[in-house]
Structure formats: structure tokens, C-alpha cells
């Protein structure tokens, strides 16, 4: 039987929590901070409902007291399937060999005396070291492939007897002959035991072969859907193999024609080469009652020992289920977005999306700045509304001290469902991300880059399932971070090439943004939904000397776009008040009537987006940690980290408090590309001292203001994995 690997269930029934009384929880979804809705608004929204499809898994029935065996994935053709198992394929080896140093596994397995006289295909399976599953059993991945070919006869002269011994020594080379080993390279294991299977492919025997699955309650109205496809077919000899799907009746009954013990839902007769095929079979004979399934083969003719296995694609009862309507609350951070790429804010043409749903419906606030220019310590902010050297984790070494809230743990705690789709690597759950988080799904690739980023797509798959309870649901991708390679960018061809490139990663975000929004239409109650699109920080291409982002604070770094849609927020507003990351949090909890946690730093805007109301924010700081600057030639600089800014209105301030102290000063509204210092004048402006009085006292305030020293961290493997391909572990 071919092994399973760990898949997660699509059946997202366990995801309600009644953790709060009914009518407290719809109040809570009142995205509104002033007046609850009138109580006849209240039930019009409980009624909300949408037909949402339901899919139950067939998963192998484990042997006694065992979990049952869940899905892998085959390659078929030039495409990869879902597959609950394989009839038609016999197991030549499953034995732990020691990976050495660098991924080398050397593999083998012996071919029975019976199958040593024809050649085989055989598929090498490996534990995978970065998948598994709760109950620590093992998970097992296509990893390669052998060939068997079997060994040939020596030459006999016509009419001899005789045969050279020196050639052929017929105990000796049969037993060679039937043995087949290989050594592969695999980067990614780990020095020691390794579990391996060797699958022979298409090794019928004459009788029937079949998987059973676990039981599965029939529902009325639903459809059987899988597909096969023959595993291992030889064109030259293609021997038919029969293929049967049946339900067999568990538990007791009168077996008659209208409760038959055993109902045939598929009967075929298939030869190769074959393609593909998908099956949808009705089940209304079977509705109401509780089914085992069946898949069976044997060949119809023929060498039993030629015909191909049958490769049996995931299968799934599915049915339609009428479900309430929820509010959503989606807020969608793209990694490395500046605002010079977003059609709202300059004329670009990369996002035709984001400018489509916020232009005229949504709220721009067109001066939202970040609190940190690297990612960590940004989005740290962006969950507690706290400065970064308040919440102290500022790099790669530190976690968020337990005593600190999150926007995470305050929604859940007011009855929301909450959910988080990362790539890893910056948002590692190991810094504290997770916390407040029903589910925190990091994906599976073990680095980060532009084409490895999946976190929408997977979001968006998660949420065509997802139905129940209020949603509050947070993205983060890489996909619009650009890949800085050091090349000498001092040819202004090379920069132009460079932010080119870029552009195609946002517009390519800007369709998978479009297609996750897509996914919530005819599910949510629209008018309680909130969307939230920004960034953590911007990204530079040398516009004063270096590339990358984390260690200047110029506004191609320090300024992100922050759109808002959705709730109370007010349709077609272009806000100039000067905001942050660090007011998001406050903001999302007022836009949805729950508590802010005492101490949060950051300031609501609700009033002004949502009644245009003026808006008094503080002087916002930003900080600068990381240690290496990659410059225009392509090298790297280690500069003297920290630097801190300030901003008030159009004025800024740059603190560099690692190079003796030096300060800059910009006024943006006469220079926006911040070219003319007015703090080297020999007079500068009179705001000038103030805000570089202020700006050098908060690393002090700061640190007084911190609550609990944040924790040392330890990374698994796959995270370090990530941070070391993003540029960022120490």
C-alpha cells in the first residue's frame, strides 16, 4: 500500500467557537465604534446565508487503533494530484539508511524472483523532513526514481555447452541481478536516519486489489468525486485492467434491494497508455446511511505481471449546505510595496485592482508612514500598536514578551475566528506572531523569494471552505519584495532594469490580491466587512546611495501605502493626516466595536475616516536596525546602525544615532525627494532643534516606556532557513 503524507482537511466544521453568547458575538461584529444597529438589523443580518459546498474526505482505514492514512501527492503526467493510494504497485523496501553530510542517501531494494525478468520503473519515497504530522508518524514524499533492467545472458557459441565461469556464475550474478541501488543528492536532509520505501510500479497480480476507506455518513443530494489514471502502463502490451468502486453498508439492516449490503458505484474497463480521468457518480441510493468505499482492480486479460497499477485520485463525498453569512476583517500586508507602485497614490498602472476596489469606495491615507523600515519589527508594531523599542523586538534575535496584547488575542477574545497566512521567515511564529491566532499557516517552502510566495493563494483556497464565525483574517507575502543581486547599479540602465522588474512582481501580487478579495463575494455580510491593504515598509533603488530597505529612513522606505474599505469607513476619502502602522491595530478594534488593550501606543483614526473628523496624531518615530547597507556598486557597507526619525506634518527629522549623533532635516512639502538638508544650514528653521531635541531623547523614552525585556528566540530550522534567504539572520 502506498504510504500517505499529511494533508490538512477542508472539512472546516471544527472551525466554530462558541466561546461567546450569540447575540454578544453578532453585536461584535458591528463595525462600528458609535451606536449598536437596531435590533431588527441585527436579525436581518443573522439571516444572511449563501449555499456553501461541503467536501468529505475518503481517507484509508488505518489498521487497528491507527489513525487513518491521509493523502500524498503523485506526479501524473506532467501534472501533480491529490491520491488516496495505488492498487497494482508492491512495496520493495521500506528501511531507514543514514543521509551523510550534504543530502547523500544511497537507496536500494531487491526485484522477486518472479518480476527479475522484465524491466521496472521504480519511485523512491523519502521522509520529508519538512512536513509531518501531529502524531509524529512519518511523512513519506515522491522524491526519485530507478530503472531495472535485468541482467543478460552470457554468449554461448551455437552449438556449445559450455560456458565460461571466469563470465558467467549463475548463483552469484542472479542474486546481483535482482538488486537495484542508487545514491541520491538531497540538500535538504539533515545528517542521520532517513525513512525510505522503494514503490515498484504496475505489479499486478491476477486477484483483485483494493483500498477501504473509513466510514463515511452518506448525505442526501451528494456526488462521489475522484479520478484514476493507470500507474506504470506499457504502450507496446497494453493488458486491460478492470476498475470498481463499491459502498459497502456498515453497521446492521435488512439487506433487500432498496438497503443493498454492497452497491457498485463504478464499473470500467481501462488499457494504456491512459490519461487522466475525473469521475463525479451520484449517490442518492446511498443517502442516509453509512458507507465504507471501495476502489478495486485486477487486469482483464492477459500478463497479470505487464498490467499497470491504478492510481486513484483523492476522492470526496461532496454536498451543498446552506450557511450563515460572516463579517470579515481582512487585512493584507504586501512585503516591500511602495508607494510609487500604487496607481492611488502615483500614476502607475501595476495595480489596477487595489486602485479599482479602494479608489472610489475605500479611504487613502496618503501620508501613513511605518515604524520601522525592516519587517520584523514593522509588522511587530503593526499587531501591537506599540513603537519597536517598546516592544523590543527589533531583529532576528528576540520574541514578544508574553505580557504584551496583540490585535490577534483582542479580536479572538471579542468572539472572532482568527487566521494568519505567512511565508515564515520575518513573521516566524517563533517571535510571537502567532499569538491570538486560530490558525498560523507558514506554507512549506524552506526559502523565500518572489516565486516561492504563496501565502494569498493558499488564503484564498482556505477561504472558499471557511464558513461561521466572524473572520478575522491577516496575509503577509513576499511576493512584491524585489531580489537585490549586488550588481553595480551605477549605470542608471541597470537601476531602470532593476525597478522594471519590480513593477511585475506588484502587478502579479495585484491579481492574486484580486482573486483572495474574490473568495469572501457571496460569503460575507458585505457592509460589516473590513479590507485592509499595506505594507511594512517601502523599498529603495538608490535614490540616496544604497538598496533594500532596514537601514535608511528616507520616505521611499518610511512611507507605505494604507487603504482602507469597508465597515463605517467612508467611500472616496484621500487622507492627509500623518499616520502610522502603529495606529492600525487601535483603528481595526474601534472599526470593529471591541475593546483596545490598555497601552497600545498607537491612536484610532476611526473618526476621521469614518465622519471625516479632524485628527490629532502625535510626532510618529521610525526606526533603522539592520546592520548592512548594500550599496550602489554592489557591495556591502556595515553603516553604524541605529538611526530614529521623527515626523510632524510636513517636517522630518533623521537622527544617526550610531555615527556620532549627526542629524538631517527635510521639509517635505517644498522637497519631497528629500535632497536639501536644512540641518547642515548655518541658520536652520527653528522646528529643526525641537524636533531633533525630540528625536535624540527616544531611544531614552523609549526604553522607559518598555514593558517586559522580550525573550530570547529559537528558530526551527525551516524559519532559519527562510531568514537566512532573506537577507536577515544574524
Not at 469572501?520 to 455580510?525: D, E, L
Not at 547597507?629 to 517636517?651: F, I, K, N, Q, T
Not at 528653521?685 to 525641537?690: D, G, K, N
Amino acid at each position: 500500500m502506498l504510504r500517505m503524507c499529511h494533508t490538512r482537511s477542508i472539512f472546516h466544521r471544527t472551525f466554530a467557537r462558541p466561546s461567546v453568547p450569540r447575540v454578544r458575538l453578532l453585536l461584535s461584529l458591528l463595525l462600528a465604534a458609535a451606536s449598536p444597529l437596531p435590533a431588527s438589523e441585527v436579525a436581518q443580518a443573522r439571516e444572511q446565508t449563501f449555499r456553501f459546498p461541503i467536501r468529505r474526505e475518503l481517507h484509508v482505514a488505518g489498521a487497528k487503533g491507527a489513525a487513518p492514512a491521509t493523502y500524498t501527492r503523485e506526479k501524473i503526467g506532467d501534472s501533480m494530484v491529490s491520491v488516496l493510494g495505488v492498487t497494482g504497485r508492491v512495496v520493495l523496501s521500506r528501511r531507514a539508511m543514514w543521509a551523510d553530510e550534504g543530502g547523500q542517501l544511497f537507496v536500494e531494494a531487491t526485484i522477486p524472483e518472479s518480476m527479475a525478468a522484465r524491466a521496472h520503473d521504480l519511485d523512491v519515497y523519502v521522509e520529508d523532513p519538512r512536513r509531518g504530522r501531529q502524531d509524529q508518524t512519518p511523512s513519506l514524499s515522491l522524491r526519485g526514481s530507478m530503472h531495472y533492467e535485468p541482467a543478460r545472458k552470457p554468449y554461448e557459441e551455437p552449438g556449445t555447452q559450455t560456458v565460461d565461469e571466469e563470465v558467467y556464475k549463475p548463483a552469484e550474478t542472479e542474486a546481483k541481478a535482482h538488486r537495484i541501488s542508487r545514491t541520491f543528492v538531497f540538500p535538504d536532509l539533515l545528517p542521520g536516519p532517513v525513512l525510505t520505501e522503494v514503490h515498484l510500479r504496475g505489479a499486478h497480480t491476477k486477484d483483485w486489489q483494493e483500498i477501504v476507506t473509513e466510514p463515511v455518513d452518506v448525505p442526501a443530494d451528494s456526488r462521489l468525486r475522484l479520478g484514476f489514471g493507470l500507474d506504470g502502463a506499457d504502450p507496446r502490451n497494453q493488458v486491460p485492467v478492470d476498475l470498481v468502486v463499491e459502498a459497502r453498508r456498515v453497521g446492521g439492516g435488512d439487506d433487500s434491494a432498496k438497503n443493498p449490503a454492497v452497491v457498485t458505484v463504478l464499473s470500467r474497463r481501462v488499457a494504456g497508455p491512459s490519461r487522466w480521468q475525473d469521475v463525479d457518480q451520484d449517490l442518492a441510493k446511498l443517502a442516509g446511511r453509512k458507507y465504507r468505499f471501495v476502489f478495486r482492480s485486477r487486469p482483464a486479460s492477459g500478463d497479470a505481471a505487464s498490467a499497470p497499477g491504478v492510481v486513484w485520485g483523492a476522492p470526496s463525498v461532496e454536498f451543498d449546505e446552506t450557511r450563515r453569512s460572516y463579517p470579515v476583517i481582512l487585512v493584507v500586508s504586501l512585503d516591500s510595496l511602495r508607494t510609487s507602485s500604487v496607481g492611488l497614490y502615483y500614476q502607475s498602472a501595476a495595480t489596477p485592482f487595489l486602485s479599482g476596489f479602494f479608489g472610489s469606495q475605500g479611504a487613502v491615507m496618503m501620508q501613513a508612514t511605518t515604524q520601522a523600515v525592516t519587517t520584523l519589527p514593522a509588522h511587530m508594531t503593526l499587531m501591537t500598536g506599540l513603537n519597536p523599542s517598546v516592544h523590543g523586538v527589533v531583529d532576528e534575535t528576540r520574541s514578544l514578551a508574553p505580557s504584551i496584547p496583540t490585535l490577534a488575542e483582542a479580536l479572538r477574545k471579542d468572539g472572532w475566528h482568527t487566521a494568519a497566512f505567512t511565508e515564515g521567515g520575518a513573521l516566524a511564529r517563533e517571535f510571537g506572531f502567532k499569538r491570538g491566532f486560530d490558525l498560523y499557516d507558514e506554507g512549506t517552502a524552506a526559502e523565500v523569494s518572489p516565486q516561492s510566495a504563496d501565502a494569498l493563494e493558499r488564503a484564498a483556497r482556505w477561504l472558499e471552505q471557511y464558513s461561521g464565525e466572524p473572520l478575522f483574517l491577516f496575509v503577509h507575502t513576499y511576493r512584491t519584495r524585489p531580489v537585490h543581486v549586488g550588481e553595480n547599479a551605477s549605470d542608471d540602465a541597470v537601476r531602470q532594469r532593476q525597478i522594471a522588474a519590480y513593477v511585475e512582481q506588484v502587478r502579479a501580487a495585484d491579481r492574486s490580491l484580486a482573486t483572495l478579495v474574490a473568495a469572501t463575494k457571496g460569503r460575507v455580510v458585505e457592509d460589516k466587512s473590513l479590507y485592509v491593504v499595506t505594507s511594512g515598509h517601502g523599498e529603495e533603488f538608490y535614490e540616496h546611495g544604497a538598496a533594500g530597505h532596514g537601514t535608511q529612513l528616507y520616505e521611499e522606505s518610511s512611507r507605505v501605502p494604507l487603504l482602507l474599505r469597508g465597515g463605517r469607513v467612508e467611500s472616496g476619502g484621500r487622507y492627509d493626516a500623518e499616520v502610522g502602522l502603529i495606529d492600525l491595530a487601535p483603528t481595526i478594534l474601534d472599526l470593529a466595536g471591541a475593546g483596545v488593550p490598555s497601552g497600545m501606543q498607537g491612536k484610532s483614526f476611526y473618526r476621521l475616516v469614518h465622519g471625516g473628523k479632524s485628527l490629532e496624531v502625535p510626532a510618529r518615530f521610525a526606526e533603522a536596525h539592520r546592520p548592512l547597507r548594500l550599496l550602489r556598486d554592489g557591495s556591502l557597507m556595515e553603516w553604524g546602525a541605529p538611526s530614529y526619525s521623527v515626523r510632524e506634518g510636513s517636517h522630518k527629522v533623521i537622527f544617526h544615532a550610531g555615527r556620532q549623533g549627526r542629524m538631517e532635516a527635510y521639509d517635505l512639502t517644498a522637497d519631497r525627494r528629500e535632497r536639501s538638508d536644512l540641518a547642515a544650514l548655518s541658520r536652520p528653521p527653528a522646528w529643526v532643534a525641537r524636533l531633533a531635541n525630540m528625536v535624540r531623547g527616544y531611544p531614552a523614552l523609549a526604553a522607559k516606556t518598555a514593558r517586559q525585556r522580550p525573550a530570547r528566540v529559537e528558530l526551527t530550522p525551516a524559519n532559519r532557513s527562510r531568514l537566512e534567504s532573506l537577507g536577515y539572520a544574524h
